[in-house]
């Protein structure tokens, strides 16, 4: 009885928790959550550059690339050295990573992250060097410079042990690069707005467009697709785009979406989407137990152990109504297996149909079973055709 209701418990945990953050209806949400307008993004840029100034815990000799990077370095500021006299160990390489946002000007600050591509144990302490920053073109759009931040740290021993703190191979330069190229994004002359969805669904998207019309006033707003719109801009709004997005970015929609069951086996967490609706269907579920013991039965004679009868040779014998003997005073081993089997006896319960996720839970708590089970009886039940919902299992 108290292990069906900690499984019972077990299951309301992982699943019936899920009922606080659904209501009756879905709760509505702001434009600007659930949509994006096309051509108003961030865009990544990257860099390699060089961060000196560590102790002792940059890149190895045997790193080329670092060692390399250092003698060009050194050649541009007009000093000559020669590859093989490198021998270094306060310098790593890099490579930083960044997103431009979207209008960003010239000048101004941006936050980069900065990753050891090298075998540098870590970037406590270091500073990055000058490191100009390119986006997919090849042009450059920031530099960046500045000292590390890297939030840990690593200590260790000369007999190889040691101590690590979070991840002190990347660090964080807040403000670190500068934009010195702006990337063209202008809402000025347009005649439309294309508007897309995060996730395309044909009654969100229909919602989406009357709210805006209702809000505008005026029929600006079509859908081309699930995940599409457009937005014509009209003479009213011709010199005021920004204050005709600041409007329809704020209205409140409520998003549609695909009853889905959603299992990852690898943690045993199951997540139910609020549309998800079973036909009525009985369920018996039980384990199958194998356990298999191994052990080792030792016989030790005692020191005078008799000789084996004649005519038995010089292998292991039995005394008359004693154990197996080895001659000389042998030790002898003897493997012995124990098998037991235990099949789990269940009951066959009948889960009724649902119209509410609130339903369904009720119905599968009354299973008494374990999350992980729970992946298997819901594998099953989408098998029999009971199941009017996508099973995703990642």
């Known amino acids: 009885m108290m292990k069906t209701m900690s499984r019972a418990m077990a299951v309301t945990f992982v699943v019936s928790t899920l009922l606080l953050s659904f209501s009756a209806e879905a709760s509505a949400a ?34 080329g690339f670092t060692v390399q990077s250092l003698v060009n ?11 093989k006299d490198v021998t270094v160990k306060n310098v790593a390489a890099v490579m930083v990573t960044t997103k431009i946002p979207p209008f960003a000007r010239i000048g101004n600050k941006i936050d980069v ?44 021993g000369a007999a190889g042990g040691g101590v690590t703190k979070n991840h002190p191979t990347v660090a964080r330069i807040s403000r670190g690069a500068t934009i010195e190229r702006e990337i063209p994004v202008s809402l000025q002359d ?5 508007i897309t969805l995060n996730n395309p669904d044909f009654t969100t998207a229909i919602r989406v467009r009357n709210a805006i019309n209702e809000s505008l006033g005026q029929a600006l707003a079509t859908t081309s697709d699930s995940g599409t719109l457009k937005l014509n801009i009209s003479e009213d709004f011709q010199n005021r785009v920004v ?29 139910i989407g609020e549309n998800v609706r079973i036909s009525t269907v009985a369920v018996a579920h039980g ?37 197996v003997m080895a001659p000389g005073g042998q030790t002898v081993v003897s493997p012995d297996s124990d098998v037991s089997v235990q099949e789990e006896k269940s009951r066959l319960l009948l889960v009724p149909g649902g119209n509410t996720i609130g339903g369904l839970v009720r119905a599968l708590n009354a299973i008494g079973v374990s999350p992980r089970d729970l992946i298997t009886i819901f594998q099953c039940i989408k098998a029999a055709g009971a199941l009017q919902a996508e099973l995703e299992i990642i």
């Open 190 to 194: 347009k005649h439309e707005l294309i």
């Open 73 to 83: 370095m050194m050649e541009r500021m007009g000093i000559h050295v020669d590859k």
């Open 113 to 156: 992250v900065v990753s050891s591509v090298g075998d540098a144990k870590s970037l406590l302490g270091g500073t990055l060097l000058l490191t100009p920053l390119r986006g997919v073109d090849r042009k450059v759009y920031a530099l960046a410079q500045g000292p590390l931040c890297v939030g840990g740290f690593t200590a260790g």
């Open 243 to 271: 204050q005709m997005i600041a409007t329809i970015e704020n209205l409140e929609v409520t998003p549609d979406s695909v009853a889905r069951v959603v299992l990852n086996e690898k943690t045993g967490t199951v997540v």
């Open 30 to 63: 702001r434009l600007k959550d659930l949509a994006s307008i096309k051509g108003i993004r961030h865009n990544q840029l990257i860099g390699y550059g060089l961060v000196v100034g560590l102790n002792g815990t940059g890149d190895k000799q045997g790193t």
């Open 287 to 323: 384990s199958l137990s194998i356990q298999i013991k191994e052990r080792a039965l030792v016989s030790q004679p005692s020191p005078f152990a008799p000789s084996p009868p004649e005519g038995t040779g010089a292998g292991q014998f039995q005394l008359k109504d004693g154990p």
